[in-house]
């Protein structure tokens, strides 16, 4: 298990999150998430930092969560996709309007060097997430299917053609 070594500075809380997550991505490619204590167990398993600091959790579970209030911190590295289940924020993904601009990936200066591979990883799957999530989505697969329906007419003349009969 990788540690950090005494020539890499101290890991932030927020980063040990988003490794120990995106290790759970890459090791569970099946899971679209995980559950909250699933991912302080990867953070307590991998040993970034010993011991597990209290932090962990409450970055899990609010300081790390795009769609949650900020409430100090303003991360944007994991959404919360139900109660109890998070996944790595990408991008696309709501977020609270107060959290605009936040960190959604640890910086490469900021991660043990073992870990490096996983900014890359995250690229790919994040862009390939967000691709098949807008092809199986069936409210965006809609886009453009009514057009036909007033391709002959203008709006209003439509709408007042559905209209005749009423009283």
């Known amino acids: 298990m990788p540690t950090a070594t005494t020539t890499e500075a101290k890991v932030k809380v927020a980063d040990e999150v988003w490794i120990a997550t995106a290790l759970l991505h890459k090791e569970h490619p099946e899971q ?5 204590e699933e ?6 398993k991998e040993g970034i930092e010993r011991p597990l600091r209290p932090g962990v959790y409450v970055h899990v579970v609010q300081h790390c969560v795009a769609n949650r209030s900020p409430n100090p911190g303003r991360y944007r590295m994991l959404f919360q996709t139900a109660e109890g289940r998070r996944r790595l924020f990408r991008k696309g993904d709501p977020y609270h309007p107060a959290r605009e601009g936040a960190k959604v990936t640890p910086s490469p200066e900021g991660m043990p060097s073992a870990y490096s591979h996983l900014l890359a990883w995250y690229r790919q799957w994040g862009a390939a997430e967000a691709q098949s999530s ?3 989505d069936p409210l965006l697969a809609l886009n453009g ?8 007419e203008h709006a209003d003349e439509y709408v007042r053609r559905l209209r005749e009969g009423w009283e």
């Open 32 to 36: 679209a998430d995980f559950a909250v």
């Open 39 to 44: 991912i302080v167990d990867r953070a307590q």
């Open 134 to 136: 807008q092809e199986g």
């Open 145 to 152: 299917s009514g057009k036909s329906l007033w391709a002959d």
